[in-house]
């Protein structure tokens, strides 16, 4: 492997890890760095499982090269959660049902939490079209939207 | 077994709460491990070759460079895999259908795969392999395929003596049709087409497979019966199925596309050679063209009605495109057809085609959306015709306790006019429709399944419970069988935790199909928590040195009764586990059942829709599913199934759709241009669960998972009709069709 060094904050912490050059920050971060929250659904952009922030800014890490990763932070839905206390999000996720097999949960609360970070009191179809990119073939989506609206709320409740 | 599966009308305590579910956390925080989450030491990545025609000769395999390039542990072609089936046709297929032999059979059919030390080296390696390719003649559309000149898909299937790609043929029903029409006042008979679909779940198929050189192995799958995969693996692979463990991974959907072996034969075969651990993760184009995507169909549908609406009698001819391998659809189809109804003269006749397409695999309510389809919307047609409102007409025809299904049984106490009762009375069936807008109602049906369940149950010292199942969950079950344990044995919800177990634990469990799981480990669930609560029973009798007969479970404990002992204080189920140790050893219960009777179920949804006459654009602006449940063990997840079913059924209806071009390849491998339903395409999903127990499950429940995707192509067919004033005849109603039938109307 030729692999190039990489050097990143992943949810708060300090990670170095060696890569290809044409290695998807997707396939670092599941087989280098052990995240594998992160999901591959179609490697392609169009399903969001693979969904983090970089920089702050919600990206498919399907469609980031690793080695585009250093310098910068990533966060995960491996650093959502403040130790064992679960975002409000995450809490309404299961509260409301709003997964079925999970596979794409990870994507779809890290891409609510990038709404509700910019947006605190969103209507239904912002949120509907925030979560647009982000594929849930169980739940028709009813439960996610509900979760995201009640977490909304319960957040700008503790403001 | 000897266990009374009959229906008790017992008050529930936890059953029908909505609880959070057991494995949620780790499905919020990424802990929980899917398919591609697994890792071993030594790991070497395995990758496909596929066939880029959609009929060819392979002549040649050529892997003598691929095997050279360094990194490169193992290539294996259909010489790895000989054929150990023993003249068993059905498992030559699956086989075949792994790693093509003489013949690719269709676009993105496997030839050959490696196993390299990475991915970019699998990558090269790949394209060193050389196949020769002696195209030929190929077929995918259903119609075209039975034809007489059609190109011929598998040398082995004949009709009359003749080489033939329709399978086999299945007529069901009862009565005289000729007889039925003749009485009738109107007779509606119409053709319908749909477009072949995939269950589009999010997670690729992915397994990581080890065989160790004293032959045992083991596989790591994301599967929705690793049972049936140690099965198929075994038999293909000549292993002893005791010697390979199958563990199911958390399963990223399914929808019945994970109940068949694709690449875990191959992984493993590559695991043998290489003599290393072999991962394989699909790539999505790989599932689109390789995995078990739906029929395409061509139905007829004839049904005629007096003018007060009686049905004299209805048939059905259906065409159901099976891809490569002969399979059951079309039997399902006719099966399903007018299920719904209380017919004296019905027929329906089911061919199964073969094309050159991937090998069909269930679909949620495998084979009934598309017959419904044809059936539901030709009901509008005669409703319209006699001038009946059509809820009235499905009413009046409804089946119910003692009609004769057009299948063959007798139904018992059913939900179908129930639903549609519920669906007449609706708020949403009131509602006022604006311009362009449309409203649609249609029913669907569906079997459910049972089939072979083995669970255990075990109670640890501090009282906890350990429930060990062998269903895959695929949506929330084990929340539903730990509501059920804990309502068995009197305890909390929380004390109860389920695990499923690998193939090495448990007894044979099918797949988690035919919305079995809940209802089928459910009743076994009942059975092994009775069968701990009489070793408990009898650790208390024994405590108390008095007989077994005076000590009854209730609440969560023994408590003597009788004049004699009626003043002992209770044991509660934590203090007989705690002393188990010194009063006979570990405390457990255990099943196996063969769960039939598993409870037909019904549903009936109002759609309704606004079209843009300009592009022909549908969207979907209210959606309400009325569904019997028979008992809804944790309404959520019953909810759940409800709405997911709905949204894949509108999917369906409105935009996906297999598309080949001429040379038989398929032009549409991948999310983007194969749409599912996104957030912002959807309104909320309304539901509302009926409760009409089964008589045949101590709780009264049927299986809720597949129902729900069997009336939307008619719901949204009917109200897309009415919306632009065209009947809609070919499913998916996407804007180009929907713009077309309009030019062909104003025309």
Known sequence: MAGVLVSTTINGDAVDFACPQDETLLDSLRDRVGLTGVKEGCGTGDCGACSITLDGRLVCSCLVLGVEANGREITTIEGMADGNKLHPLQKNFIEHAALQCGICTPGFLVAAKALLDRNSNPTEEEIRYALAGNLCRCTGYDKIVRAVQASAKEMRRKR | ?747
Not at chain 2, 121 to 147: C, F, G, N, S
Not at chain 2, 724 to 744: F, W, Y
Request: aromatic fraction near 6%; proline fraction near 5%; hydrophobic fraction near 40%.
């Open chain 2, 1 to 747: 077994m000897g266990h009374d599966t009959s229906y008790t009308d017992q008050e529930f305590k936890v059953v029908g709460t909505r609880v959070n579910r057991p494995d949620g956390i780790d499905k919020v925080t990424g802990r929980a491990r899917y398919g591609a989450d697994a890792y071993a030491p030594g790991q070497l990545v395995g990758l496909f070759l596929r066939s880029p025609h959609a009929h060819a000769r392979i002549k040649k395999i050529d892997t003598s460079r691929a095997e050279k390039l360094k990194g490169v542990k193992a290539v294996v072609t259909s010489a790895d895999l000989p054929d150990l089936t023993d003249g068993n046709r059905g498992l030559l297929d699956i086989l075949e259908n792994c790693m093509a032999r003489d013949r690719a059979l269709y676009d993105g059919h496997a030839v050959a795969a490696v196993a390299a030390i990475d991915r970019q080296t699998a990558k090269r390696a790949l394209k060193l392999i050389k196949v020769t390719y002696q195209v030929l003649p190929h077929v995918t559309d259903v119609d075209e395929a039975m034809k007489p000149d059609a190109p011929i898909v598998q040398e082995y299937v004949a009709t009359d003596g003749l080489p033939s790609n329709v399978s086999q043929v299945n007529q069901f029903g009862h009565g005289d049709v000729d007889k039925g029409f003749a009485e009738a006042d109107v007779i509606v008979e119409k053709s319908y087409k749909t477009e072949q679909t995939h269950q589009g779940y999010i997670e690729p198929h992915a397994c990581l497979a080890s065989v160790s050189p004293d032959g045992s192995g083991e596989l790591w799958v994301t599967t929705q019966g690793h049972f049936g995969f140690r099965i198929n693996c075994a038999q293909l692979l000549g292993m002893d199925m005791a010697k390979l463990k199958v563990t199911a991974s958390e399963i990223g959907g399914g929808f019945g596309g994970k109940t068949h072996v694709w690449v875990e034969p191959v992984a493993l075969a590559l695991s043998r050679k290489a003599n290393r651990p072999v991962k394989v993760v699909m790539d999505r184009d790989e599932v689109f063209k390789a995995t078990g995507p739906t029929c395409s169909t061509s139905v007829d549908i004839k049904i005629g009605a007096k003018k007060d609406g009686t049905i004299t009698a209805a048939s059905a001819v259906l065409r159901y495109q099976n891809g490569a391998f002969p399979a059951i659809w079309g039997m399902l189809g006719a099966m399903t057809s007018f299920a719904c109804y209380d017919l004296k003269n019905v027929k329906s006749v089911g061919y199964d085609v073969l094309c050159n397409r991937p090998k069909v695999a269930a679909y949620r309510a495998p084979s009934a959306p598309m017959a419904a389809f044809g059936v539901e919307s030709t009901m509008d047609l005669v409703a319209e015709k006699i001038g009946m409102n059509p809820v009235d007409f499905r009413i009046k025809n409804a089946a119910k306790e003692g009609t004769l299904a057009s299948y063959g049984p007798t139904y018992g106490p059913i939900g179908i006019g129930p639903t549609l009762e519920a669906v007449k009375n609706h708020p949403h069936m009131r509602a006022r429709l604006g311009k362009n807008q449309g409203r649609g109602m249609a029913c669907g049906f569906w079997f459910n399944f049972g089939g072979q369940t083995c669970t255990d149950l075990n109670i640890g010292l501090d009282g906890s419970v350990t429930l060990t199942v062998g269903t895959v969950d695929v949506g929330g079950s084990r929340a539903s069988l730990c509501l059920i344990a804990a309502e068995e044995l009197g305890i909390p919800y929380e004390q109860v935790k389920a695990n499923v177990a690998d193939t090495a634990s448990l007894g044979h469990n099918d797949m988690t199909e035919g919305s079995r799981g809940t209802f089928s480990s459910g009743m076994a669930t009942i059975f092994a928590a009775r069968d701990a609560i009489e070793v408990m029973r009898s650790r208390a009798a024994d405590m108390w040195e008095i007989p077994l007969d005076d000590v009854i479970w209730e609440d969560g404990q023994a408590k003597a009764v009788g004049k004699k002992h009626g003043n002992l204080p209770t044991l509660s189920l934590k203090e007989i586990a705690a002393k188990s140790p010194n009063t006979g050893g570990p405390i457990a219960g255990h099943n196996e059942v063969v769960a039939d009777n598993a409870g037909v179920s019904f549903a009936s949804h109002i759609c309704d829709v606004e079209v843009d006459p300009e592009t022909g654009a549908t969207k979907v602006i209210r959606y309400t599913v009325v569904q019997d449940a028979g008992k809804a063990i944790h309404p959520d997840y019953v909810e759940g199934q409800f709405q997911g079913g709905a949204a894949q059924g509108i999917g369906w209806a409105l935009n996906e759709e297999y598309i080949y071009g001429d040379d038989g390849r398929l032009q549409n491998a991948g999310f983007l241009d194969y749409r599912i339903p996104v957030c912002s395409d959807l309104p909320f999903i309304d539901t509302k669960i009926l409760e009409i127990p089964n008589p045949t499950h101590p709780y009264g429940v049927r299986g809720v998972g597949e129902t729900s995707i069997v009336p939307p192509l008619a719901a949204i067919g009917n109200a897309v009709s009415n919306a632009v004033g065209v009947r809609m005849d070919h499913i998916p109603m996407s804007p180009p069709r929907i713009l077309k039938a309009l030019e062909e109307q104003n025309s």
